[in-house]
């Protein structure tokens, strides 16, 4: 029996342990720190001990403490360790080993804890532990913070994804799997992770209760992912929404908290970012600048007062330096020459602290350039630094390859003002071939036509520094690999499989499948996610796509498979017989020229009529004439729009056409009875909204292109190389699909006719209402030839939502383009603008007709702007006899529109926005 003393002892340990626990929940709920100090006490106060839960709520005490004051986070370890150390294998020690882990993974000590987690994990044998899951997840998390590992972060997701569902999706591990999912957009640029991001915090922040202290935590995450979804969109309403947040944040933050600093540099660089988007604006009035100042001013005060509340070895004073630098670079640029030298002596300072293998030391040396490029009147010694800063950020591996591709081009920038053409040529080549990982696949299709859209044309700088130093096939190079990103992932896809299912059947069954999968996935990002939604999604993109890599690697392992699914070198897409010539024209503010391409290599032709100046000037003139062309009735205002057409059309002859037929020997107009020499155009830039297959003095007999050979065009070699590839279809059935009617759009009357003398007994008709989404497509699979008299509609914003008008809905571009049809020889577009891009994203070909050349048609026809009613059936029938009578779909249609020029030589428009594509 136990003594009197003893029993007393033992009730004033438990009531102790009570009250401190109880201390515990209600500081872990409560920003005042004595709340958390007296937990603290009431746990020490019991040691020592061999209870391994007074260690293990100790060391959650400290590790609470750290993260409110900074201090503490040795106690936390030593007294986690403890718990470890005593406990006792269950699920209490799976919490145990948990804290310990993430403590270790807060002191840097990562091995360490992934170690120990990871061998917690393995150790259950059924469903793993969701607090395990957790601790794994932010270890990775926090080891990608230090080291920038891609993989890291994306098994920290799927951990923390697991965890939830193990777990149920508990406040903190929504508002962690957010940082997660924000820190991967900072990575590849998945504008899809941000908004779920988002939104899982303001269900963690809807799921607590007033007052309580995460709540300022959750909201200081929310101003950095409302932030960044600025930053992927341009939308201001989240830049507005994260100022006042952070305003919020800021004022609910004690003096002393060590985030202050942090939460103040977010403030700042929000309202930095709001600076600059109102600098770009054309309203320049004088309230409007000192509004601007107001703001920037706003911006300074805030960084400076965070970098004065940081502390020495502070782990986030070398961001706070860095971003005071950025702010004072924009004071700089107005003059002031004090803020010049404090953005420098801020920036040595930020990148002095940084690591040499840290991911955000590239970051800093771009603010360290930018602060010696503002220091003063450019000198070559100056430059120099500015340029060594730049070409050191743009080959660290570690840093997203956005902001080395940023890098690369202010590089090329600062050595060409050196008159360094070699090095600045090298820099620009860098820069391009960044562009799969700016762009990559596991991307949604809209955050990566974003990216891509934002990139000012470097790979056509690019081509023309290559050019400028004598390397007209390393200019070939990079437009081919810096045009038709998003086409060439496609065209991965749809590897031929004959040779691979020969030699290893199974894993060309793997490489089928997972080409399924990719075609398959969706790429429009919710406008809302659902974080439930999203943990039970089908298939993770970026994890789908680390197999997809995995797979590609062990086939291209095989003997005779090393280039599989890659890009073809630029020999292996030369003609392979004199059958003509890939005319690849070139547009940069630095030169223009055509990149002949022939069985016997790549010869440059200079093309001094042509600037980006002048052809920015055309195209606009270009594009409000055959606009207006259908929507106005005036006469004499469609024979003005008709003269600007053909003005348009001569300047293109003067300065593209006429130089680069020339080139070939093609000087006279063809002679009758002679073979029709054929050009395979591929133009860049603004370019692609004109008419190169129609350019010419049509008043002029063997002044045009269509008096000379015959035009096809093509977005890449390597996408002409493709349908070349494709045996040609025998004997072939034919779809039709007619809308004479369409419900609110006006009708087509001629599409009737222009039906109804196409195809044979074999040809399968879909008409008005039978033409709806699910009859057209089930069509596709059966027929080879696809002739479609429709309305269309491009979109300018989204092109991949640009579409033909079926009788219950859309078909469009994103839906054609996954298709895979064996059987696929020709498709004729007669609608509106089917081959018009959007010109965001011009030489990236994402319209209607690339789409079904991507789907598997060889041949396609389509329309660079709106076809008339009228003439779209008189050029259609008189193309199909032409083509039943043995000329090829390039030579028919080309003879077709002849015919039509031949009776409407004044009004162009009628008949020179027909284009081919395919072989």
Not at 283 to 288: C, G, H, W
Not at 457 to 477: F, I, K, N, S
Not at 705 to 710: C, M, S, Y
Not at 728 to 749: I, N
């Amino acid at each position: 029996m136990l003594r009197r003393p003893d029993i007393d002892a033992d009730v004033r340990a438990r009531a102790t342990a009570l009250a401190a626990s109880a201390a515990l929940d209600l500081a872990k709920a409560s920003s005042d720190p004595a709340v958390a100090r007296r937990a603290e006490a009431g746990f020490r106060s019991l040691l020592p001990t061999d209870e391994p839960a007074v260690w293990h709520n100790l060391a959650v005490t400290c590790l609470l403490q750290y993260e409110r004051t900074g201090s503490g986070l040795a106690d936390a370890i030593a007294a986690s360790r403890r718990a470890v150390e005593l406990g006792a294998p269950g699920e209490k020690q799976d919490e145990r080993i948990a804290v310990l882990a993430q403590t270790l993974g807060r002191d840097g000590r990562f091995d360490e804890g992934l170690t120990l987690v990871r061998d917690a994990l393995a150790a259950h044998a059924g469903e793993q532990p969701a607090v395990l899951l957790d601790a794994l997840g932010n270890v990775l998390h926090q080891h990608h913070d230090r080291f920038g590992g891609a993989g890291e972060l994306d098994e920290s997701i799927t951990a923390l994804r697991s965890a939830a569902r193990a777990g149920g999706p508990t406040t903190a591990r929504l508002s962690t799997l957010a940082t997660a999912l924000r820190a991967r957009y900072a990575a590849t640029g998945d504008l899809g992770g941000v908004r779920e991001a988002i939104a899982a915090n303001r269900r963690a922040l809807a799921a607590l209760p007033d007052g309580h202290a995460d709540a300022t935590r959750i909201r200081a995450n929310l101003v950095v992912q409302l932030t960044a979804l600025h930053g992927g969109t341009d939308d201001e309403e989240p830049l507005d929404e994260a100022i006042d947040i952070g305003r919020v944040v800021v004022a609910a933050t004690a003096a002393g908290h060590p985030a202050l600093p942090t939460r103040l540099a977010n403030l700042a660089h929000a309202l930095g970012l709001r600076h600059a988007h109102q600098r770009d604006r054309a309203v320049m009035d004088e309230a409007f600048a000192l509004e601007r100042r107001a703001v920037l001013d706003e911006v300074i005060a805030v960084g400076r007062r965070a970098v004065e509340l940081a502390p020495p070895g502070h782990p986030e004073l070398p961001l706070l330096q860095s971003n005071l630098a950025s702010a004072l670079n924009l004071l700089a640029a107005t003059g002031e020459r004090g803020a010049v030298r404090e953005a420098v002596r801020m920036a040595r300072r930020a990148l002095a602290a940084t690591p040499e293998d840290h991911p955000a030391r590239a970051r800093r040396l771009i603010v360290q350039a930018n602060a010696y490029a503002t220091a003063g009147l450019p000198t070559q010694r100056r430059t120099r630094r500015v340029a060594d800063a730049y070409r050191a950020a743009a080959r660290m591996p570690a840093a997203p390859p956005s902001l080395r591709l940023a890098a690369c081009k202010a590089w090329g920038e600062a050595v060409a003002g050196l008159h360094e053409d070699d090095e600045t040529a090298t820099a620009y080549a860098e820069a391009v071939r960044l562009l799969p990982r700016v762009a990559g696949r596991n991307l949604s299709r809209v955050d990566a036509e974003y990216q891509l859209a934002h990139l000012d044309g470097v790979h056509l700088d690019a081509a023309a520094w290559a050019l400028r130093v004598g390397d007209p096939e390393g200019a070939l190079t990079l437009l081919e690999q810096g045009r038709g990103v998003l086409l060439s992932y496609a065209l991965d896809t749809r590897t031929e499989l004959t040779d691979l299912r020969a030699a290893a059947p199974g894993l060309a069954a793997e490489v089928d499948g997972l080409t399924h999968l990719l075609d398959a996935k969706d790429d429009r990002p919710a406008a809302d996610p659902n974080p439930d939604a999203d943990l039970d999604s089908v298939l993770d993109r970026h994890a789908l796509v680390r197999e997809w890599d995995a797979t590609m690697a062990r086939v291209r392992a095989l003997p005779g498979f090393a280039g599989f699914g890659a890009p073809p070198p630029v020999e292996d897409l030369l003609p392979s017989t004199d059958d003509g010539a890939v005319v690849v024209v070139n547009v940069s503010d630095l030169r223009c020229d055509a990149l002949v391409v022939t069985a016997a290599g790549v010869r440059a032709v200079r093309l001094p009529g042509l600037t980006s100046t002048m052809l920015w000037h055309m195209a606009g003139a270009f594009t409000t004439a055959t606009d207006f062309m259908n929507a106005v009735d005036d006469l004499p205002v469609r024979m003005h729009t008709q003269g600007m057409v053909r003005m348009v059309l001569g300047w293109l002859w003067d300065a593209v056409a006429e130089p680069v037929l020339d080139a070939l020997g093609h000087t006279e107009a063809h002679a009758d009875g002679a073979p029709w020499p054929r050009i395979w155009w591929s133009p860049t830039g603004l370019l692609n909204f004109l008419p190169l297959h129609a350019a010419g003095h049509h008043d002029q007999p063997g002044r045009s292109v269509i008096d000379r050979v015959v035009s096809s065009y093509t977005p890449t070699l390597r996408a002409l190389q493709h349908a070349r590839s494709r045996p040609a279809v025998p004997d072939p059935a034919l779809l039709t699909v007619r809308m004479a009617e369409t419900p609110d759009l006006p009708p087509l009357p001629a599409a009737v006719a222009e039906a109804a003398g196409l195809g044979d007994a074999r040809t399968v008709r879909l008409t008005d209402a039978g033409a709806g989404r699910d009859a057209v497509l089930a069509a596709l699979a059966r027929c080879g030839w696809a002739h479609f008299a429709c309305h269309a509609v491009s979109d300018p914003q989204q092109p991949s939502e640009s579409h033909l008008v079926l009788h219950d809905g859309p078909l469009a571009v994103r839906d054609v383009g996954r298709l895979r049809l064996r059987d696929a020889e020709l498709a004729f577009l007669a609608a509106c603008s089917t081959a018009r891009g959007a010109e965001r994203l011009a030489d990236e070909s994402i319209h209607i007709a690339s789409a079904f050349q991507l789907a598997g048609y060889r041949h396609v026809v389509g329309t660079l702007w709106p076809a008339g009613d009228a003439t779209a059936a008189r050029l259609a029938n008189d193309f199909y006899q032409r083509l039943h009578a043995g000329d090829g779909p390039a030579a028919a249609l080309h003879l077709a529109v002849r015919e039509v020029r031949a009776e409407q030589p004044l009004t162009p428009s009628a008949w020179a926005c027909y284009m081919h594509a395919g072989p």
